[in-house]
């Protein structure tokens, strides 16, 4: 369960109502049981229930089960797609492994309003189920040209890898191999793609490398996945 506390041996945790009425009534814990908390900082830690009211459940840590893994450091830039595409693309960017996710306005983005809290809650959500101890951060949107202008400032010395329906359809993985070792980001189109203007700055930049996810297209949220798989397998986990 992810807390917004500090966990260290012996710290006193009350949950809020929401995880209080999770852990009580759903897994039906009961004082003397256990649980274990994490916070994005202090590992993974092994709390046993003090308390377990419906309204207020209350742990001790007892000892921490897992350090903290150092951040990932992969940047993940998408466009924002709607409803359940968007949490999709949240939950599997956490799965498969980034340490900052940013929306980023493009011209052809069809979602204007983002509800930052959604996007976060999920995010935490798909780190308690798959026990991911780092929770992304989630950055503030940006549009596409404000990014690109200021990525050499922002992201020095971060290779953008670019996901690009119409690059010449090779296989991604020498290139990706090309960058072993260095910072990297990835970004990601709407559902109507980068607009040719857009294509054509992305490709005159020299710290944009575009990459082919093979003949077909696909949709914006499987190439999201695809794109992390391959950048998985060929730089590994970014640190
Ligand atoms: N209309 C579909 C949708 O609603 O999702 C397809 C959208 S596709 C144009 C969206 C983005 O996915 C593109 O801008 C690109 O970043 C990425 N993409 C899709 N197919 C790709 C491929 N074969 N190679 C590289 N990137 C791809």
Not at 30 to 39: C, M, S, T
Request: proline fraction near 5%; hydrophobic fraction near 45%; charged fraction near 25%.
């Amino acid at each position: 369960l992810f807390v917004d506390a500090d966990l260290a041996q012996s710290a006193e945790i009350t949950l809020d109502k929401d995880q209080s009425l999770y852990l009580a009534a759903v897994l039906r814990k009961a004082i003397g049981d256990e649980a274990v908390l994490f916070n994005g900082r202090d590992g993974a830690w092994l709390c046993r229930l003090t308390a377990d009211s419906k309204k207020s459940v209350a742990l001790q840590c007892v000892e921490q089960i897992a350090p903290q893994p150092p951040r990932l450091d992969l940047w993940y830039g998408f466009a924002p797609l709607k409803n359940e595409r968007l949490d999709y693309v949240i939950q599997k960017a956490v799965e498969m492994g980034t340490g900052t996710i940013q929306p980023v306005m493009t011209q052809l983005t069809q979602v204007h309003r983002l509800k930052t809290d959604r996007l976060h809650a999920n995010a935490i959500e798909a780190a308690e189920q798959c026990e991911v101890l780092n929770v992304p951060e989630i950055a503030p949107e940006v549009t596409l040209e404000r990014l690109l202008a200021c990525w050499p400032v922002e992201h020095a010395e971060r290779q953008l890898i670019f996901a690009d329906e119409a690059a010449a359809s090779a296989s991604p993985l020498e290139t990706l191999q090309s960058l072993k070792g260095k910072k990297v980001g990835l970004l990601i189109g709407p559902e109507g793609g980068f607009s040719p203007s857009e294509r054509e700055k992305l490709l005159s930049l020299s710290f944009v490398t575009p990459i082919s996810l093979g003949p077909r297209i696909l949709r914006a949220d499987t190439a999201a996945v695809a794109a992390l798989a391959v950048i998985q397998a060929t730089i590994g986990d970014w640190r």
